[in-house]
């Protein structure tokens, strides 16, 4: 006799509409009659593992809602990146508990838990059904148009490299932004939405999908310089050189590394200033000023994409449906099928699970610096609506009279 319990967990970083996803989940599975509990599990699997549960059946269908218009994880997330025993733990926990239902909305690692953890329960001859929920702002899932989390993260980019556009005509120097990205710069490219004019910033991009070269940054930097009188630049943190090494790592003298190795790019404002310095150093310019967006991007409120919240909301029904309708589990994905409509398909997990997707080589331009018209179109729709938009001034100009000769 089935129990009807299921469980929800957020993991990795957090978005400014994964609550929609948990809302989804919440709302679409009470009107299943054969569920009985919907628990969350606190601070994602280490929630799991330490048995750290909230009954969401009690909470209130008003009280959701608002809780899923706003960013940020509700139940709270884990940098933990489950292993073979790691996830064997957590499947004695749901068997434990008699959960059948396992949904866990996240980015790469997220899927490879769930694909770990189905595998155990396939082993044991215990009937549970897990699906992975898609949410990274990196637009880095595999199998995925794009990914809940990114497009109102892109919207952030655009705007914020629009303002610093203006900020940067107005007091002409070199301006450089570094934004999240360690291997897709798909975040990073989103600047470019921010242009209006055809002397708007930022007048270079730099991704990690190409090779990084410093002589030649300063050489773009220099170029652009010269030619508009000011540079706003681009760069995801996870630019490299040929062999692959962090621009990051070759510039700093000291380098600080997270748990699992990785060294720390979105922590520290430190790939910005090394920038700036090789700038000044090198070229002489002495206005040029540096920000790291880090956590910003991932969760600020008031600038949240419409379509986004949208396709977030329906990945968290569309993963109650799967599990509830069909006898399989697998990831949930976007597939765009118009200029702008989506549908939603369930992939298998290994389809998912462990892979990197980055930017497309038909994005970005032939030399490495911009994006493509392909880019912008592909992007433009996922914004939403209601992009502030930018104006100039057509003065005017007065003779002068002192200094005419």
């Not at 600080?256 to 520290?268: C, F, K, M, W």
């Not at 600038?303 to 509830?324: I, N, Y």
Request: with cysteine; glycine share 10%.
């Amino acid at each position: 006799m089935s129990s009807g319990k299921i469980l929800v967990a957020q993991g990795g970083g957090p978005t400014a509409v994964i609550n929609q996803s948990l809302a989804g989940v919440v709302l679409e599975a009470r009107r299943f009659r054969n569920v009985t509990r919907i628990y969350g599990a606190l601070h994602g699997v280490r929630g799991i593992v330490n048995e750290e549960f909230v009954d969401l059946t009690q909470e209130t269908s008003h009280n959701l809602e608002l809780v899923a218009a706003t960013p940020s994880s509700a139940l709270g997330s884990t940098r933990d990146k489950p292993d073979l025993k790691y996830c064997e733990e957590i499947f004695k926990v749901l068997k434990a508990h008699e959960i059948e239902h396992f949904f866990y909305i996240g980015g790469n690692d997220s899927s490879d838990t769930v694909r770990i953890v189905a595998e155990q329960a396939q082993a044991a001859g215990y009937p549970l059904r897990a699906i992975h929920i898609p949410k990274t702002i990196d637009n880095d899932l595999v199998g995925n148009d794009h990914t809940p989390g990114f497009p109102s993260a892109a919207r952030f980019v655009a705007q914020a490299f629009a303002g610093a556009n203006l900020d940067n005509a107005s007091l002409p120097g070199v301006y450089v932004g570094v934004v999240m990205g360690r291997h897709a710069g798909f975040l990073t490219a989103a600047s470019a939405l921010g242009k209006k004019f055809p002397d708007d910033g930022p007048h270079l991009i730099y991704l990690p999908e190409r090779v990084f070269s410093i002589e030649q940054f300063l050489a773009d930097v220099k170029e652009t310089y010269e030619r508009y009188g000011r540079c706003v630049i681009a760069v995801s943190e996870g630019i490299h050189d040929a062999s692959g090494e962090p621009i990051a790592t070759l510039l700093a003298k000291e380098v600080e590394r997270d748990a699992h190795g990785n060294v720390q790019l979105s922590g520290t404002g430190a790939l910005a200033d090394l920038l700036c310095d090789e700038i000044k150093d090198k070229l002489g310019i002495k206005r040029v000023r540096g920000d790291t967006f880090g956590y910003l991007q991932r969760s600020f409120i008031g600038c949240v994409s419409d379509v986004d919240q949208r396709e977030a909301r329906e990945v968290g029904e569309k993963a109650v449906q799967f599990a509830m309708w069909g006898d399989r589990n697998g990831s949930v994905a976007i597939k765009r099928t118009g200029f702008y409509s989506v549908d939603y398909e369930l992939l298998p997990l290994e389809a998912v699970a462990g892979k990197t997707r980055v930017m497309e080589d038909e994005f970005i331009d032939a030399r490495g610096t911009g994006v493509t018209d392909a880019f912008r179109m592909y992007l433009r729709p996922l914004l939403g609506s209601g992009m502030p938009d930018a104006y100039r001034l057509r003065p005017a100009a007065v003779p002068k009279i002192l200094k005419a000769k």
